[in-house]
């Protein structure tokens, strides 16, 4: 059995095994402490991980083709301030260009075609044998 004085000393004194435990309560708190911050830490990883794996596992957004606006022959042309030649935005055979023309100050368009197997070359401004890299020689299949 232990004496009642050395109990004493152990609860509550000012011994060396007071601080010895004040020294390990203290210690055991901030481990606890993080453990906490590092559960938290893996938490709010797998949060991210769960997170980005159900954004990405999403379909993409469908094209909003009302609020976009239409390519019109008319509206490239009002841009220019001489007569010019520029592609058919609304061919992708580029068989036809658009030819851009400027009378006492008005701008006027017109669609024009190409001769038969040819294509416009926008770079070049002109009809040309060749069919440009971004052009498909066969015309849309509806």
């Known amino acids: 059995m232990i004496p009642f004085s050395k109990i004493g000393k152990i609860g509550g004194g000012t ?8 020294a390990r309560r203290s210690s055991d708190a901030s481990q606890s402490e993080r453990q906490w911050v590092k559960l ?4 709010r990883i797998m949060f991210i991980l769960l997170l980005a794996h159900c954004l990405s596992a999403l379909p993409a957004p469908e094209f909003d ?7 019109s022959a008319e509206e490239a042309c009002s841009e220019v301030t001489i007569t010019t030649l520029m592609e058919n935005q609304a061919d992708p055979t580029c068989r036809t260009y658009v030819y851009c023309y400027v009378v006492n100050g008005s701008v006027y368009s017109l669609i024009r075609s190409c001769k038969s197997n ?13 069919v440009p890299a971004e052009c498909s020689a066969e015309a849309p299949t509806n």
């Open 15 to 22: 011994g060396h095994s007071s601080n010895y435990l004040r």
């Open 40 to 43: 938290i830490m893996w938490l």
């Open 65 to 71: 083709d009302q609020n976009s606006k239409t390519w």
């Open 118 to 130: 040819q294509y416009f070359d926008h770079n070049l401004k002109m009809c040309r044998s060749e």
